[in-house]
């Protein structure tokens, strides 16, 4: 009796804790992007950067300071929402993949998506889209990505079922074979053009423009949600292939579906940001750490510290060193590598279900 007594406080306690962890979340990305809005090389104070937002979002212009206006509705605020929905993609994705193959270092580039989509991209930055079937960059990278996909999906069946020990294997064999001929792509590129795939390897978010942003947050806001339907299923699966099936899960087209949607997330935020790591990595853990591992509370939270996390850094890589910019990827593995160190060390990299 008491241990159902201590069982059930603790569960309330943790989704306590959620609750809370869930509205200051909000409240930090909301605040954070009025923030990121109004820094960089030019500084705009808060106060007008509400009026600005208040003045477009009645339909308007904010008069009184026309540059202010254009730097933050035309320049900034396309490039805070797509960091707030590429870091919510790959944090999602990142933690639905880890319970996919079972394995806490897995994120969304396991599946060598990120070298499938950079081999596309330095395609058309090096060879010119002519090369690539006239198609733009961030076309390009989504189709390198959906080939990279394709085979590892062929390549880890057996049987007739996707195996998780195999996907992995794949993800890296074909993965190492992407870079490859992408390393061989820059060794002959001018020298003109290596400082462009280069910048956009490590990933940015510079350019960012409101046309480019229907695509990308629809495809993560879908994704997501539906995501967010399989939570009860994502936890049986976290148990193993046997224990799902004994819960009445069909685990084959189960994993088959997450693993097409995630890639489908995944695919479209490398497209337009380039290959950004560690956020799908080390965000799933840290998460896990605040409420414990089940997908109910993680798949929502990760999602909001995601795009808070990317927003921030993205906000620091323009401003640290301004006027000049810093890749956003170089500032995600300097932050995530000793993150992730320290969770190592605590024993929290497990992604089972607790």
Known sequence: METKVATATT????????RVLMTG??????GGTVLALGTGAVDVPVGDVVRILAAHLGGGRYGADLIGDDIVWQYRAPRALLAIVAGTGLSVAGTVLQAVVRNPLADPYVLGLASGASLGAVAVLTLGSAAVAGLSLPAAAFAGAAAALAAVLALGRRAGQLLPGRLLLAG????????????????????????????WLLGS???????????????????????????RRLNALAFGDETATALGVDVARLRLRLLLVTALVTGTVIAEVGAIGFVGLLVPHLVRLLVGADHRRVLPLAALLGGGYLLLVDTAARTLARPVELPVGILTAVLGTPGLLWLLRRGDTDPAVR
């Open 25 to 30: 979340s909000a409240g930090a990305v909301l």
């Open 172 to 199: 890296v064999s074909i993965g190492y074979l992407a870079s490859a001929v992408t390393s061989y792509l820059q060794l002959r590129a001018h020298p003109d053009r290596l400082a462009g795939v280069l910048f």
């Open 205 to 231: 978010l510079s350019g960012a423009q409101w046309s480019q942003l229907g695509i990308p947050a629809g495809c993560v806001l879908g994704g997501t949600l539906w995501l967010l339907t399989q939570a």
């Open 11 to 18: 569960a309330t306690r943790v989704q306590r804790r959620f």
